[in-house]
């Protein structure tokens, strides 16, 4: 069965740093662009990072652009979510999801906590 299994969420100071990894199961991982979604209270999903299949091209939403990195590992099935210079409206639930090149398949983590708070 498919699985995105999300860790490294938690509470960090403003300022502070935080590293999200979610590890794919179930899937052919190197299939599938991965993303980055989060949700704040009151506010829609928003996209903040995305990657190719390969890792050769990424986006960001303005946001978190020079503050956060995308990557990925195709061996270990795995997408990172590298966050610096982090701020409290950066607190959210993040969120790992999978897309096919087509379009048709589309798979989601379960959501971790990032809070950035003093």
């Known amino acids: 069965q498919v699985q995105l299994v999300e860790s490294g969420g938690g509470l960090v100071q403003p300022a502070g740093s935080l590293r999200l990894s979610c590890a794919a199961s179930g899937f052919t991982f190197s299939d599938y662009a991965m993303n980055w979604y989060r949700q704040a209270p009151g506010k829609e999903r928003e996209l903040v990072a995305a990657i190719t299949t390969a890792g050769r091209s990424t986006n960001y939403a303005d946001s978190v652009k020079g503050r956060f990195t995308i990557s990925r590992d195709n061996a270990k099935n795995t997408v990172y979510l590298q966050m610096n210079s982090l701020k409290p409206e950066d607190t959210a639930v993040y969120y790992c999801?999978?897309?096919?090149?087509?379009?048709?398949?589309?798979?989601w983590g379960q959501g971790t906590q990032v809070t950035v708070s003093s």
């Open positions: 999801n999978a897309r096919g090149s087509d379009g048709r398949v589309e798979y």
